[in-house]
């Protein structure tokens, strides 16, 4: 997918005076947040989950090595192939073999952000093979020309009449807005191409390394099917999503669908073991695994960033976070959105490169508050701001006016005497730029601050009126 | 085959994480497994029902053959079905499902017997599967994928009817990691797939509308059975049921 | 110290009550809202507990650590705990500049071993107003008097920074004649957030916009914060949109009496 992080500020701002998406994104927000607490609330024990899922994930990655190597080996033994790609050139090459070897025309694909990571459905377009997006989101988000915007809910920026539009212009189908019609349409167009398509690609929500199984959630079946009918189905997956045993799994089955929806259960969860077995009518003659680097190995020694590589991609962080809620999927410019999107993106781009991302916070911590896995989004996010002002591999040419006015500041921190000076300076400089007790000038920012707000006047500070209230206050104590 | 990759990555990884000094994980265990904690089989069933009726599906009993064949010929009439395909499975032989829907007017077909490939299947209005076990707690049918057990079974058709017998029924969704490695033991290895289903599918990504049906099916009939019902002929009452004769 | 008849209404706590404490002032509250200040030296006072200003304090850092500059920050923060040393107590009226001492402190000093105990023995001795009041005091009721219908909007760095919600509620509801009412999405963010709400101003104004709206669809008249960044934030908003609600610090109305006029 195409690097915009860049232009975070311009597209947030757009956003944020959309008025339609932000009805939309906030009644999302709300839904989810909703079904996320009446699904943890069903837990015995929510925070020890929480808790268990979080060390589940520090163990794991912890042993990947030996992981997978067992998980290759397992994988293997069950009669399916597994590769390994450094980086994403590496991921498309081998998905390019296979399509080759496979005399592959068409694919059908099951929701990957592994598969937006490397850019794949460009590059298959390109060669002149046909890329199916299978689950419902998806396949609008496909079909419109765009990038889904909320991990779970892809399309969840669009409204009906502009579905509607969409699927007349694009499936020559007659026109209408009502959304279980519209539903019918994409099953009716989709199950062909199931039908008919030579290979299922599809990412991987865990893969647990005991017995070489991949796990696949989902509530449409477009996976079942993804992973049923085609003679390949190609599973690609970044390193961080294995883990060691079956209970491993168990830990984290318990947080990601109540996480997501407020389910127990996603409705389909498809353990996947190598392909059909001799006699199966249903099922791939050959499973293929791509285990995907991409930036993870490095992150992983990284002690700050290492616990992003923890995120079950539920989105609860998502519906919680109010910059989110205003400036949408989009306006992230990458893969990942939304307070895991800062985390991610910063983490597996070039340093600096989503420098936007980890200022665009008020570090309310929201998200940290709903994580099942418990990351700490806000210890990251500071981390990522240290880095960006300090390590040079991070912070490229900062500009003078960002910078000054801090160090000023905090060099003014150090000298009491001159701090106090400092705030007579100031005072001076209001008394000269007010009238009436409003500002008549003020630096940009600061205007640009006091648009919608009453900007505060510097007032005698405190310290001057402490002897004063001093006496005050020990004298009135003896009345008292 | 692009080892190069696979060593880089192990050693880039290797690096990054050390060494870890804390326990082990069980992943290669020696020895059998304990057997899943199946509940007794005169556990009634209102779990399940209740959790089925929460995800707006339906769950019947039927104590005896002749109450399936009522059940099965209200679930034609409720969905006007006119063809069925079910799977190659000994429980669905011996509860002669096929004539009772045959005497409700449906055609039926075998995937596993037929040489047209999918048309059938595709065709079909629903698909009829046992279970390998239910987890009652979420309602979850859990089926393995096996020759004659396709995984499409419960998927082409927009109506899927399982048949789960009470002596095939985990009370918790943390009994299904013991579950599935007591599969992986019994048989040396886990089948292609294990596919657990809970409730139909469904969709909200268009105006976060829930909407039915999308790609599975989009109504799930669960019938809890009692083996004790079925007559004795093939000693399907004695719990071997987990190990079909295949 | 407190009038008879407050006493059988505070928890009862067999700690030993701490005699003396130091009223540490943030940034925002010494250059713009002084008599938040006052307000805290006076409640303390009423709580019965002798208060002192160390002079030489400037900032704790915050402002140079959110943005990045952790060298700044630390040798601000280094100045902080020298003029803290002594004290017994340290107390604010601020959940930002209290969480920054207790929690990020010792993320600062990480690296370095003496500044990260002295950072643990301040951070173990810093709290914020309310939290001082109730959980060190165990006062609860200080015979304070507010009339007036008030919602109560949750700092970030005080609710989910230090876990302090109960606090505030529970000395507000002491307060004679104040009504409090129900605030909806309290606890979600106002969008100041610092520089936050000068870097990306569009988004900064929708949040607060959502809150103001919040606010005065409660039907409140005041706005009560433990947090001047959100009351100069909200209630800056407030005014400039032509609001009567008014936004006024927790410590203000604590340390309101009838028929007094200590402003």
């Not at chain 1, 975070?8 to 709300?30: D, I, Q």
């Not at chain 1, 062909?192 to 005991?210: C, Q, S, W, Y």
């Not at chain 3, 990480?110 to 023995?121: F, P």
Request: glycine fraction near 10%; hydrophobic fraction near 40%; proline fraction near 5%.
């Amino acid at each position: 997918m195409e690097v915009k992080t860049e232009q975070f500020k311009e597209m947030a701002a757009k956003a944020a005076c959309n008025e339609t998406l932000n009805r939309t994104l906030r009644h999302a927000g709300e839904s989810f947040r909703a079904l996320r607490e009446k699904g943890f609330s069903q837990l015995e024990d929510p925070e020890g989950s929480r808790r268990r899922g979080h060390e589940v994930k520090d163990r794991c990655l912890s042993r990947l090595p030996e992981l997978l190597r067992l998980l290759e080996e397992n994988v293997i033994e069950a009669g399916g192939v597994v590769h390994w790609a450094r980086d994403a050139s590496e991921a498309r090459r081998i998905i390019m073999d296979l399509v080759k070897q496979y005399g592959v025309r068409t694919i059908v694909k099951g929701k990957s952000m592994m598969t937006e990571e490397i850019a794949l459905n460009k590059e298959l377009t390109r060669k002149g093979i046909e890329v199916w997006e299978t689950d419902l989101g998806e396949f609008i988000v496909q079909l419109a020309g765009e990038s889904p915007s909320h991990i779970i809910a892809p399309a969840i920026h669009m409204n009906r009449e502009e579905v509607a539009c969409l699927f007349e212009k694009k499936l020559g189908v007659d026109y209408t807005e009502d959304p279980e019609a519209l539903t019918m349409i994409a099953r009716r167009v989709l199950r062909e191409k199931f039908l008919g398509a030579d290979m299922g690609i599809t990412g991987g929500n865990m893969a647990v390394a005991e017995t070489g199984t991949l796990a696949l959630f989902e509530n449409e079946g477009n996976i079942r099917f993804a992973t049923s009918l085609p003679r390949v189905h190609v599973a690609l997956i970044g390193l961080e999503k294995v883990v060691g045993t079956w209970d491993d799994f168990g830990a984290l089955l318990n947080l990601l669908p109540r996480s997501a929806a407020g389910q127990k259960m996603p409705t389909y969860l498809s353990l996947i073991t190598g392909p059909k077995k001799a006699g199966e009518e249903d099922g791939p003659e050959a499973f293929h695994l791509i285990l995907l680097d991409n930036g993870r190995s490095r992150i992983l020694g990284d002690t700050v960033l290492r616990e992003s590589l923890f995120c079950l991609r539920c989105g609860a962080c998502l519906n919680v976070c109010p910059v989110y809620e205003r400036a949408g999927g989009h306006s992230y410019g990458w893969v990942y959105s939304g307070p895991i999107g800062m985390l991610l993106n910063s983490a597996l781009l070039p340093p600096g490169k989503a420098r936007d991302l980890a200022f665009a916070s008020t570090l309310c911590g929201a998200c940290a508050e709903v994580c099942p896995v418990l990351i700490d989004h806000p210890k990251i996010i500071l981390d990522i701001r240290r880095r960006l002002s300090e390590d040079p591999l991070w912070k490229g040419r900062l500009a003078l006016e960002e910078v000054l006015p801090m160090k000023v500041y905090a060099w003014l921190s150090l000298h009491p005497g001159l701090f106090r000076s400092a705030a007579l300076l100031a005072r001076t400089f209001q008394t000269l730029m007010t009238s009436s007790g409003r500002w008549k000038w003020l630096p940009g920012t600061l205007a640009r601050w006091g648009e919608k707000r009453r900007i505060p006047l510097l007032k005698k500070p405190f310290r001057t009126r402490w002897p004063g209230l001093e006496k005050a206050i020990r004298g009135g104590r003896k009345k008292h | 085959m692009r080892s190069g990759a696979r060593k880089q990555i192990l050693a880039d990884v290797k690096r990054s994480t050390g060494v870890w000094h804390g326990e082990d994980g069980p992943e290669k265990k020696d020895g059998s497994p304990a057997r899943p904690p199946w509940i007794p089989p005169e556990t009634p069933w209102d779990e399940a029902a209740k959790e089925l009726e929460a995800l707006s599906d339906k769950f019947h009993l039927a104590r005896s053959p002749r109450e399936l064949h009522r059940v099965l010929a209200d679930i034609v009439r409720e969905h006007g079905i006119s063809r069925a395909i079910r799977w190659d499975h000994p429980l669905l032989e011996e509860l002669k499902v096929d004539a009772s829907l045959r005497e409700c007017g449906v055609e039926m077909g075998i995937p596993a017997r037929k040489k047209e490939g999918r048309g059938f299947s595709a065709r079909a209005d629903l698909g009829i599967t046992a279970a390998d076990a239910f987890v009652m707690e979420s309602g979850t049918i859990v089926l393995r994928s096996r020759p004659g057990w396709g995984r499409t079974t419960s998927l082409l058709p927009p109506v899927h009817l399982a048949i789960v017998t009470s002596d095939q029924r985990l009370a918790r969704l943390e009994d299904l990691p013991g579950l599935i490695r007591y599969w992986r033991d019994e048989a040396d290895g886990l089948p292609g797939a294990v596919t657990l289903i809970t409730g139909h599918s469904r969709t909200a990504d268009i105006e976060l509308t829930l909407v039915s049906g999308v790609h599975g099916p989009g109504i799930v009939h669960v019938v809890g059975m009692d083996p004790l019902s079925l007559p004795d002929s093939t000693g399907l009452r004695r719990s071997t049921r987990h190990q079909w004769p295949r | 110290m407190l009038s008879g008849g407050f006493q059988e209404r505070n928890l009862m706590t067999d700690r030993k009550k701490p005699k003396r404490v130091s009223l540490f002032i943030p940034c925002l509250v010494e250059h713009f809202l002084p008599h938040v200040g006052e307000a805290t030296a006076r409640v303390l006072a009423r709580a019965g507990v002798e208060v002192d200003y160390p002079e030489a304090q400037t900032c704790c850092g915050q402002m140079a650590f959110k943005a990045g500059h952790h060298r700044d920050a630390r040798r601000t923060a280094r100045h902080f705990m020298e003029v803290f040393e002594a004290s017994d107590f340290v107390v604010a009226p601020s959940g930002s500049c209290v969480g920054m001492v207790r929690k990020q402190y010792p993320v600062l000093f990480r690296e370095d071993a003496m500044g990260l105990d002295r950072a643990a023995v301040l951070g173990r001795k810093t709290y914020e107003l309310t939290e001082f009041l109730v959980k060190v005091l165990g006062i609860i009721d200080l015979g304070a008097t507010w009339p007036g219908r008030a919602v109560y909007h949750d700092s970030c760095q005080l609710s989910r920074g230090l876990g302090v919600r109960e606090e505030p509620r529970v000395l507000l509801s002491g307060v004679h004649r104040l009504e409090m009412m129900e605030l909806e999405r309290a606890e979600t963010c106002c969008g100041f957030g610092g520089a936050f709400s000068l870097e990306f101003p569009v988004i900064s104004e929708k949040m607060v916009e959502d809150k103001a709206a919040a606010v005065v669809k409660s039907g409140a008249q005041f706005l009560i914060s433990a947090e001047p960044g959100c009351l100069m934030n909200i209630g800056g908003y407030l005014e400039k949109q032509g609001e009567k609600v008014k936004a006024v610090h927790i410590a203000e109305v604590l340390a309101n009496r009838a028929g007094e006029s200590w402003k």
